[in-house]
């Protein structure tokens, strides 16, 4: 027995590997070769303190921990298969995981990809949870930038409606001017368009009334042509703000741009188109208080 | 020659390990409970020695049982149970090593138990003894350190061994050598009386 296989000896023995023969037969070598005897002495030694070393222990909670995580996947592995094809196991997964991350473990110090091991290729589930949470910022991206162009379209749809209502607040005012009567249709003594009634109901028409007629005719004419002067003030304000909604209209559509090129930004458009829309109810606000004057 | 043998090494009731995974196969949460509360030291330990860091340890031990758990209709009861999950952890560990990349810097926070120190005279030398092989275990590469963990620290045969890291008797026994011969080397080369 050369020196290499006496020292592989030594190590079956001292392994508990070696059979009762080889055992013997290393008892005869070193009781032969005392340099033999000392180099098992001190490989001995070596065994003895791989052994005292201190056992790594696991911290508290890690049990519990593991049978409180391995309900969520029990419940997974429970359902059938035709739930799994339509289940949220990467949901559960997802839970799972981010339970993870509020264990004494640190899992969250766990790189999320996988490496495809040797046995557990493609099977991990940070790999299939990353995969999810992209997706799932695609399809909440898409839904605000979809929110974004529906408050958008209702809010250019509300303006179009504000712009009419603008006009309708000119309409009435365009009506009360037509009624207006003119200075030609004012005559002393004779009946007025805006007292028919009484005109060809008094046949016997003092020469006062007249005058006093005259009088309300002629103050009647300097409030119609007021009533004119600010009709005509507020037609050019609702121009004015036909004007804005157009404006606020063209921001509007821009808005929705950016919405669709970016979902990030499509909330905060859909902020200003809020505003937008705001400014917008101020401006008919204005209008129709203008309409009220 | 008082001691030139090893102790007997821990006997693991492979019988009781089955009946526990038939019954946590029917449904028995009690009985997966009773399989981690065995095995959840000796696989957090060996993934220690494997990862070096508590931290990792944890977490693949942690992701050993929940694999575990998904996967036991898969288990071969022709296997030793142990020994399966042994794998699992030894592929686990090994995948976290590859996804790091490379090996991180060594973390020495042990948790050494008391009674590992209980005589007060051998505390100093077995404390000694203990860091110094720890240092040297610590600075071997992972395949060295996969080997003597199983064998010291899980008293795993060779024949576990083998079938923990699919590799045949002879190849376990030759890589053990080895990686004792150099554990030795670096004794030697902490060895502050040889300094």
Known sequence: ?293 | MSQPFRPPRVIVDEDTDVALVERFRNGDREAFSELVIKYHRPIYNAAFWILRRVEDANDVTQDVFLRVAERLDEYDSQYKFFSWIYRIAVNEALNLLRRNGREEELDDEVDVPDSELANPERKVSNAELSKRINDAMMRLSVNDRMVLTLRHFSECSYQEIGQILDLDEKTVKSRLFEARQRLREMLNDFDPTKS
């Not at chain 1, 995580?69 to 799972?96: E, H, P, Y």
């Not at chain 1, 007249?210 to 600010?230: E, L, M």
């Not at chain 1, 919405?259 to 400014?279: F, I, L, P, Y």
């Open chain 1, 1 to 293: 027995m050369n020196k290499q296989e006496l020292t592989e000896l030594m190590h079956a023995v001292l392994d508990d590997e070696a059979t009762a023969g080889e055992r013997r037969a290393l008892e005869r070598e070193l009781a032969a070769d005392p340099a033999a005897r000392a180099r098992f002495d001190e490989l001995r030694e070596l065994f003895d303190g791989l052994e005292r070393i201190p056992k790594a222990y696991p911290p508290e909670g890690l049990v519990a921990w593991v049978m409180a995580n391995v309900n969520i996947r029990q419940t997974g592995a429970s359902r059938g298969r035709f739930d799994q094809l339509f289940g949220w196991s990467r949901i559960i997964g997802l839970t799972a995981k981010e339970d993870r991350g509020i264990s004494p473990g640190k899992w969250a110090t766990v790189p999320s990809d996988n490496e495809h091991g040797p046995i557990f290729r493609g099977e991990h589930m940070s790999e299939k949870m990353s995969g999810s949470i992209s997706k799932r910022k695609v399809l909440i991206g898409a839904g605000i930038a979809v929110a974004a162009a529906v408050v958008t379209t209702s809010f250019l749809l509300d303006s179009s409606t504000t712009g009419k209502e603008s006009v309708g607040t000119i309409v009435p005012a365009q009506r009360y001017r037509a009624d207006q009567p003119s200075a030609s249709d004012v005559k002393a003594g004779g009946t007025t368009s805006t007292v028919p009634v009484t005109a060809t109901t008094d046949p016997q028409p003092a020469a006062g009334n007249g005058s006093q007629n005259a009088g309300r005719s002629s103050d009647n004419a300097g409030r119609n042509s007021d009533n004119a002067g600010r009709n005509s003030d507020n037609a050019g304000r609702n121009s004015d703000n036909a004007g804005r909604n157009s404006d606020n209209a063209g921001r509007n559509s821009d808005n929705a741009g950016r919405s669709s090129d970016n979902a990030g930004r499509s909330s905060d458009n859909a902020g200003r188109s809020s505003d937008n829309a705001g400014r917008s109810s101020d401006n008919a606000g204005r209008s129709s208080a203008s309409s009220g004057r």
